[in-house]
C-alpha cells in the first residue's frame, strides 16, 4: 500500500495593489502614495503587499496613503466643467479660491512644506482664508494638505483639528495620542513617512531647509 503523502499547507498572504495611475502627466505632483512604473510593478513592494496580520498590527501610513490616496486621484476633478459638476460628500460646492487653494499645494514637493502665509502671498487672501480652505478639503491626503504648517513652523492642523497647544515656541507639548488628536497623528505620520520630523512641542525639527516657495509660472499641477 503506498504511503499517504502530506500535504504542505501555504499561508495564504492578502495583497493591497494600487490601481494604475491616469495617463495625465502628473510630474510636478508628489504624492503620499508610492510610485507605481507603468508596467504595474511597484519600486516599493513592501508597501504594497503585506499579510493580514501585519495590516491589523501595524499603523502604517504606507498602507493608508496606498488605499486611500490612490482612490481620492481618481475623483479629484482636473477641468473647469468638472469642477462646477463637482460637490463634496456634504453636497456642497468648492469655490473658486478653494480650488486656488488645492491647485498651489498639489506642487509642494514630497519631503518640503509651506506656510499658510505663503499661499496666501502666492494666490491672494489671508493665511486665515488658506487656512479655510484646508481645513475642509474632500482630496486629503491626495491633495496634501499635511505639507502645510503655521509660519513659526508649529505643526498647526489637518482635516479639522488643531494641534493640542498654543502656537508658541516655549512650554507645553503636542500629546498626539490623545484621543481628539487622531488627525494631527496622521499629520504627522504622512509628514515623518516623507522625512519630516516634527518634536514633541509640535515644532519641525529641520525648519528653513524644508520649507518651498513657488517658482514663478510653475504650473497649476
Known amino acids: ?12 498572504e492578502e495583497f493591497i495593489y494600487a490601481p494604475s495611475r491616469p495617463k495625465t502627466p502628473l510630474s ?6 508610492p510610485n507605481i512604473p507603468e508596467n504595474g510593478t511597484s519600486s516599493t513592494p513592501a508597501a504594497l503587499r503585506t499579510t493580514r496580520a501585519e495590516s491589523t498590527s501595524k499603523n502604517s501610513t504606507d498602507v493608508e496613503a496606498l488605499d486611500v490616496t490612490s482612490e481620492i486621484q481618481t475623483a479629484f476633478p482636473r477641468g473647469e466643467a468638472e469642477r462646477l459638476k463637482y460637490r463634496t460628500k456634504e453636497g456642497k460646492k468648492v469655490t473658486p479660491y478653494q480650488w486656488d487653494v488645492y491647485d498651489f499645494i498639489m506642487k509642494i514637493p514630497r519631503g518640503k512644506v509651506t506656510t499658510y502665509k505663503i499661499i496666501s502671498d502666492s494666490i491672494g487672501g489671508s493665511a486665515r482664508s488658506a487656512g479655510g480652505a484646508l481645513k475642509i478639503n474632500p ?3 491626495y491633495v496634501p494638505c499635511h505639507r502645510v504648517v503655521a509660519s513659526n513652523f508649529f505643526i498647526g492642523g489637518y482635516c479639522g483639528q488643531w494641534a493640542g497647544r ?5 512650554g507645553g507639548s503636542v ?3 490623545d484621543k481628539d ?9 504622512f509628514l515623518k513617512e516623507e522625512g519630516v520630523e ?10 528653513k531647509s524644508v520649507i518651498w516657495r513657488p517658482v514663478l509660472g510653475s504650473p497649476p499641477f
Open 1 to 12: 500500500m503506498p504511503k499517504a503523502q502530506s500535504l504542505k499547507v501555504l499561508n495564504r
Open 28 to 33: 510636478s505632483v508628489s504624492s503620499s502614495a
Open 139 to 141: 482630496f486629503a491626503p
Open 166 to 170: 498654543e502656537s508658541s515656541n516655549t
Open 175 to 177: 500629546k498626539p495620542e
Open 181 to 189: 488628536q487622531h488627525q494631527i497623528r496622521r499629520k504627522i505620520g
Open 198 to 207: 516634527v518634536d514633541g512641542k509640535g515644532f519641525l525639527m529641520t525648519q
